[in-house]
C-alpha cells in the first residue's frame, strides 16, 4: 500500500481556494486517488478520486500530474463549513476486500 | 449515496463488561465492511476486516479474541467489545463497499460509536 504525506495542517479564510497537496511517491500503477473529509465525532465522508489529469465535481477539483507522485484537493471559495480533517488515500479499487489505510490527514480550519 | 449506519452512536459502559457494536449497509449489500478505531486527534486505525459467512482478517496488533467481529449477512457485520477497559474507550467506525460498484474504490463510511469505559 502506498504511503501518503500530506501537511499536518493549515488555515485560510472564508472566501479562500484552499489546496491541499498529498505525496504518494510509490504509487502504483493500479493505484486511484481518493480524498476523504471528516468533521469531529462523524465518520469519514467521500469527497473526489482520480486517476490522472484534472477530476471535477460539485465539491471540488482534483489534480493530478503526469507522474501521479503527488495529487492536490483543491476547495473553491472555502466557508466556515469546510473546517474539518481531510485524508488522502491511495489504492487500488480492484475488489471489495480492497483495504483503506488512512494516513495522517490535513486539519483545515477556515476563519471568518 | 450509498448510507451505512451504526447503533449505537454512543455507549458508556463498566470496565468489564462486553459492549456489541452493530454496522448495517442500509440499501446495498457489502460482502466486505471495514471496522476502525479512531483516538482523539488521531487518524483512523484499521482494526479488522469484516468478511460475510467467514472469519475476520485482524490487522497487526489487534487482538481478536478482544474485539469479536461476526458478518452474519450481507447487509450486518458486529463488533464486540469483550472485557472492556478504559484504554478501549475510543471512537469506532465501520466501512462497507457497494458491491454494484465492484471496481469503483469509493468506500462508505458509518457515522461512528463513542465507546466510553468506566
Known amino acids: 500500500l502506498a504511503k501518503t504525506t500530506q501537511p499536518i495542517s493549515m488555515d485560510s479564510y472564508e472566501g479562500q481556494e484552499v489546496n491541499i497537496t498529498c505525496s504518494h511517491n510509490?504509487?502504483?500503477?493500479?493505484?486511484?486517488i481518493t480524498w476523504y473529509q471528516q468533521f469531529p465525532s462523524q465518520g469519514p465522508r467521500f469527497i473526489i478520486q482520480?486517476?490522472?489529469t484534472k477530476v471535477t465535481n460539485e465539491v471540488a477539483s482534483l489534480f493530478i500530474p503526469a507522474d501521479r507522485k503527488s495529487s492536490t484537493l483543491s476547495l473553491p471559495r472555502v466557508s466556515l463549513s469546510d473546517t474539518a480533517v481531510y485524508y488522502c488515500?491511495?489504492?487500488?479499487?480492484?475488489?471489495?476486500?480492497?483495504?483503506?489505510?488512512f494516513g495522517s490527514g490535513t486539519r483545515l480550519s477556515i476563519r471568518p | 449515496g450509498a448510507v451505512v449506519s451504526q447503533h449505537p452512536s454512543w455507549v458508556i459502559c463498566k470496565s468489564g463488561t462486553s459492549v456489541k457494536i452493530e454496522c448495517r449497509s442500509l440499501?446495498?449489500?457489502?460482502?466486505?465492511m471495514f471496522w476502525y478505531r479512531q483516538f482523539p486527534k488521531q487518524s483512523l486505525m484499521l482494526m479488522a476486516t469484516?468478511?460475510?459467512?467467514?472469519?475476520?482478517?485482524?490487522e497487526q496488533g489487534v487482538e481478536k479474541d478482544k474485539f469479536l467481529i461476526n458478518h452474519a449477512s450481507l447487509t450486518l457485520s458486529t463488533l464486540t467489545v469483550t472485557s472492556a477497559h478504559p484504554e478501549d474507550s475510543s471512537f469506532y467506525i465501520c466501512?462497507?463497499?457497494?458491491?454494484?460498484?465492484?471496481?469503483?474504490?469509493?468506500?462508505?463510511f458509518g457515522p461512528g460509536t463513542r465507546l466510553t469505559v468506566l
Open positions: 466501512s462497507a463497499r457497494d458491491l454494484r460498484q465492484e471496481g469503483y474504490n469509493e468506500q462508505f
Open positions: 510509490n504509487i502504483a500503477t493500479n493505484d486511484y
Open positions: 482520480g486517476y490522472k
Open positions: 488515500l491511495v489504492g487500488w479499487p480492484g475488489s471489495s476486500a480492497s483495504k483503506i489505510i
Open positions: 440499501d446495498f449489500q457489502a460482502t466486505t
Open positions: 469484516s468478511n460475510e459467512g467467514s472469519k475476520a482478517t485482524y
